[in-house]
Structure formats: structure tokens, C-alpha cells
């Protein structure tokens, strides 16, 4: 079914046909794609497919799956150990999308370990991301321009280390831990506002410290 040297690109949304089989065909029929958008897709915690991913696509750019999260075995998109396995072979990702997928800060470690280049992050709805992650990823991945932490455990400890993040232009972290002078500083220099993520100037907050 997939057998493309050219494929650059492939956006398979909401498809309940492509399973793990698929995405294995997939990356050893296209070995220069780098673009895999798999968001919908019905892929239950397994790690061989990102591992085949990784392996036959390493110059993979931007990679989106969101999942979901029932509990035990009905949870699906990525994991923890499909997404340590995917990063540490595909080092030159600038784009990753998991909106709600089980992950926590054990992969995120990874994703600061080896995505130098990393531009947009988005972990929304993912409870388990803690600062401990967060902090690692603001130290790690200078040219972030997107964070998206909607409805994760980051707090103010994170926030120390985002905000001096010189290329962030976007930064949302709606219904996360952020209290004191960077929660004040948040809602004073807000400059966009939608009904589920906020989009802060950090110049502003940078100007205040």
C-alpha cells in the first residue's frame, strides 16, 4: 500500500483503518518522509511501530498523534515508550503534537535529550508532565517558538526557565499549577485569549523580571 520514495508528507486523520501494521508498511515504503500527521488514528500502546518509524524515517520533522486516555489497555496514540524509542532515532524533529496521550516526564526527559531543534511542543491534557520535564525542556531546546501545557502539572518552578526562552512567541497554560508572580505576570500581558489556551508575550514578561 505504501511504497513512495518521495513522500514527504502524510496527514492520515481519524482513520480507524491505520493500525500499527499500517505504520510500520508505511515507514519502510517512504524512507524521506517528514511530515506524519496520525492524529485520530487507533494505535494501542505499542512500541514496534515508532521503533520502525524511527529507523527507516530519521529525518522526520514534525510528528502529530493525538490519542486518548480510557485507562489500561483502551488508551491510544503514543506512549512513553513509543515516544523515547521515536526521539532517540529521529533527532531532527521540530514539530511534535500528542495532545492528550499518556505520556509523562520520563519521555519528555527524552524529547530534552534529543531534540536540539525542537520548535513546537504541544502536551495538552497530559497530567503527568510535571516540572520536572518542563524545566529540562526549557533549558534544552533553545529554538522553541510554541509551547502549548493546557491541562498539565506544570507550575511556577517551570516557569523560571520558559519565560526566558528567547524565540517563544506562543505559550499556553491554561488550568496548570501557576500561581504567584508568574501567574500575575501571565494575566497582566495577556494578548490572546480563546476558551481553551492562552497565548502570552513573553517579551513583556521578560521587560518585569
Not at 526557565?161 to 499549577?177: A, T
Request: charged share 30%; aromatic share 6%; with cysteine.
Amino acid at each position: 500500500m505504501f511504497d513512495n520514495l518521495k513522500l514527504e508528507g502524510l496527514i492520515v486523520l481519524g482513520n480507524q483503518n491505520f493500525n500499527s501494521q499500517s505504520l510500520i508498511n508505511l515507514s519502510r515504503g517512504c524512507p524521506n518522509l517528514q511530515e506524519l500527521d496520525i492524529t485520530g488514528c487507533e494505535l494501542y500502546g505499542e512500541v514496534e511501530p515508532f521503533i520502525e518509524l524511527g529507523n527507516n524515517c530519521p529525518h522526520l520533522k514534525i510528528f502529530k498523534c493525538y490519542g486518548g486516555q480510557f485507562g489500561g489497555d483502551n488508551d491510544y496514540g503514543i506512549n512513553d515508550d513509543g515516544l523515547i524509542e521515536l526521539v532517540r532515532r529521529c533527532r531532527e524533529l521540530e514539530v511534535l503534537s500528542l495532545l492528550r496521550c499518556n505520556l509523562t516526564d520520563r519521555s519528555i526527559l527524552e524529547v530534552a535529550r534529543n531534540c536540539p531543534n525542537l520548535k513546537h511542543l504541544n502536551l495538552e491534557e497530559s497530567p503527568k508532565i510535571t516540572d520536572i520535564s518542563m524545566i529540562k525542556i526549557a533549558k534544552n531546546c533553545p529554538q522553541l517558538e510554541e509551547l502549548i501545557l493546557d491541562e498539565t502539572s506544570i507550575g511556577d518552578k517551570s516557569m523560571k526557565h520558559i519565560i526566558k526562552l528567547k524565540k517563544l512567541k506562543k505559550l499556553s497554560v491554561y488550568n496548570c499549577q501557576v500561581h504567584g508572580e508568574y501567574k500575575n505576570k501571565l494575566l497582566k500581558k495577556r494578548v490572546l485569549y480563546h476558551s481553551n489556551w492562552e497565548a502570552i508575550r513573553l517579551e513583556d514578561l521578560r521587560e518585569n523580571d
